[in-house]
Structures are given as C-alpha cells and as structure tokens.
C-alpha cells in the first residue's frame, strides 16, 4: 500500500511543487492550507508523514506540531518542518516541538523525495525527544 503524506503548506507553489513530485514517486498527497484544517486533516487522513510548512495563516508551524504531538495516534507520525525563512535558533525551536526533521526551502527537486523516504523508514524512537 502506498504511503500517504500529509502536505500543510498555503504557498501555491510550494504545495504544488511537493505535491508533484511526491506522486511522481508513488506517495499519496493530502493536503492542507492552514493551520487549523492541517490538524484537522491529520486527525482524518492518519498519514504516515506530515511535511509542514513553519510560515502559515491563523497559526504557525510550530503551533501545529504541537498540536499534532498532543493527538495520541499522531503521536509518532513523522513530521518535516519547511521554512523559508531560515533564523538561528529554527532547526532546534521545531526539533524542540515535536518534529523530526527540518528543511529549508527552496526545495531541492532532486534529493527532496529520497530524504522523505528515509525519514519514513526511521524508527519513531528517532525523533528527538526534548
Ligand atoms: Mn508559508
């Protein structure tokens, strides 16, 4: 069965971008707007991954991670970070709230799917617990 990942993300491009190729390479693709209707979905959709973009309307991607983090069966599902406006002080802040990995955009075409993979195939017990 394929895999099925979550995309909250309300850059048009940026969701199409992600969205395209994660179907290209036989992933299925939900995906979200904003904040609130990304936590929602997650609770429908149950994915195996969520790749959340930090700069979001209504709340950001921190708030979100949170949030998803305090849903019992979300409570492993990996979560990818994605910001565009990298600061010092990022990577950890979204480590800190949940997520397992953190990326900076502009996405890279070329790796982009090869390193969602590999965060799929980790043990939940990866992700940093602090
Ligand atoms: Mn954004």
């Not at 939900?30 to 195996?48: F, H, K, L, N, W």
Request: hydrophobic share 40%; net charge negative.
């Amino acid at each position: 069965m394929s895999k099925r990942i979550l995309v909250i993300e309300d850059n048009e491009r940026n969701l199409y971008l992600v969205t395209y190729l994660l179907q290209q390479q036989g992933f299925e693709v939900c995906s979200a707007r904003d904040g609130t209707a990304g936590i929602q979905r997650a609770v429908q959709e149950r994915p195996d991954l969520v790749i959340l973009d930090i700069q979001l309307p209504l709340m950001d991607g921190y708030e979100v991670a949170r949030a998803l983090r305090e849903v019992d069966a979300l409570n492993n599902t990996p979560i990818v970070a994605v910001t565009s406006y990298a600061m010092p002080g990022d990577r950890e802040k979204a480590l800190a709230v949940g997520c397992n990995a953190y990326l900076e955009k502009p996405i890279e075409p070329l790796t982009f799917v090869a390193e969602m993979r590999r965060i799929l195939s980790e043990p939940s017990s990866a992700r940093d617990p602090s």
